[in-house]
């Protein structure tokens, strides 16, 4: 595709990127810290001090909510720009609207976080910003679809590369789930109701909920991967067939599966068989871009003995399938009656989300962040050590939960020689103090490699060393990728 090369433009709309990888460490580097002061608070249940804005139930939702809004959306957003203008080979559409995008969405993440501290929640996990906030998100949402969409249009090669499929999904079905979950009706300017209630209000919460994990903490990251994974391995995707089986195997199944969230509840039998059933069908997409993945890198294997970035990205992957085979585990009822209710489902969620999501945004960073400031990073050693923190930090967290989880529900479901329960919640709940003491030191590990992290970027951004440009990478079939 020579011809196609020359008709790369002279420039991309970087910088808008580089704005929204800052403010994405930015609120990684907040919203750990709150999950590192629940995290205290679960040792230590006074450390609020009585205050009501320090107080668990306000401090959690802020931690998941400027994780997910904060962190993960406004690196979905950079990678999305940064790769869709590369794979389609002309500047973002409509650049004055991605940099109203890129500061709104800062001021809405910040604004939903005072409110959550406030005391604004509407009680629905991840959708917990009431219906002024909700708005607000459907209009930005869509702005971010004109943006992509509209760049999409406007490309000048033909296929649209994988990762943007990906992207794709994220930005329509976010918007789908967005809009039926929160229909509410408002009573005052900070309170609304949902129109749903009962069984059914769980089951539109929990499609929300699963599809919210599916298609933007597994897909839309599954977009950073499909391009950043080969784009620094220097090598095309191992199967570029096998990723468009994965993606629509994964699209089609991933939406039955919510109801694996609502075993045992006062839903149809039928409805939770079949959420445990296609959450089983998701091992063969999950896995199929495991070993994609792997099989991409395998040829890299000695770039990755001393790049950061590289290692970050693999590592990642290990991960994501660790996840993607315990989650359907979880899923299976039989299963899920020791799991749930437990530390067990906290363990799976930060294996997820420390292992899989936190480090492919790290190690895409780490390759992005010289590039977009035009130098070199200022210290691959720091970087390093960030590597072996967030890895330690991951470990530490998923294996403390996974036996304080395992122990629950263990505990929970024993009966004593009359048939009743040997234990009480209490005296379970005070055997935990071990397991919550490793996941908050395990918490201050991960936030510290963050905060490295911040401190090499910071440096970056202020060196004056000239950059060293590398070839572009071609895929046969794709152009640059
Ligand atoms: C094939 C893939 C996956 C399947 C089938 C799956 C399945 C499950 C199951 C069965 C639960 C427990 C539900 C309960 O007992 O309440 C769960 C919880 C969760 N999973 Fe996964 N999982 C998968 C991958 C992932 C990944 C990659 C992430 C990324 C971070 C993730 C994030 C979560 C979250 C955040 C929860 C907690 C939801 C809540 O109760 O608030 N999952 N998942
Ligand atoms: C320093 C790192 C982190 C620490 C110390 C931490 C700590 C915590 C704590 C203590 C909870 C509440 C657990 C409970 O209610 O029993 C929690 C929940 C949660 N965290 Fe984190 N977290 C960290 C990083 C992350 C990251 C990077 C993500 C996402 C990418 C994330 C996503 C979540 C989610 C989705 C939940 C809710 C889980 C559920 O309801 O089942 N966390 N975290």
Known sequence: MSSEMTTQPQYYHDEIVKRLVQFSVAWAVLAMAAGVFVAAELLWPTLDMGQPWLSFGRLRPLHTNGIIFGFGVSALMATAFYSVQRTSHVPLFAPKLAWFLCYAWQLLVLSGGLSLLAGMNTTKEYAELEWPFDIAIALLWVSFGIVFFGTISRRKIRPIYISNWFYGALIIVIAMLHIVNNLELPVTWTKSYSLYAGAQDAIVQWWYGHNAVGFLLTGGFLGMLYYFLPKHAGRPIWSYKLSVVAFWAFTYSYIWA?????HYNAIPEWV???????????????????INGVMTVSSAWEKLKTDPALKFIVLSLAFYGLATFEGPMMAIRSVNVVSHFTDWTIGHVHSGALGWNAMITYGTFYY???RLVGTELYSKRLANVHFWLALAGTMLYIIAMWAAGVSQGLLWLSLDETGELAFGFRDIMSSMAPYYGLRLLAGLIFLG???????NFYMTTRSRKTVKVEPPVVDPAFGVV
């Open 449 to 455: 490699g963050t905060l490295l992290m911040a401190y």
């Open 258 to 262: 919510g109801p694996h969230h609502l």
């Open 368 to 370: 992005l962040m010289p």
């Open 272 to 290: 939770q068989s079949l959420g445990m059933v296609m959450s089983l069908v998701l091992l063969a997409p999950s896995w199929a871009t495991l």
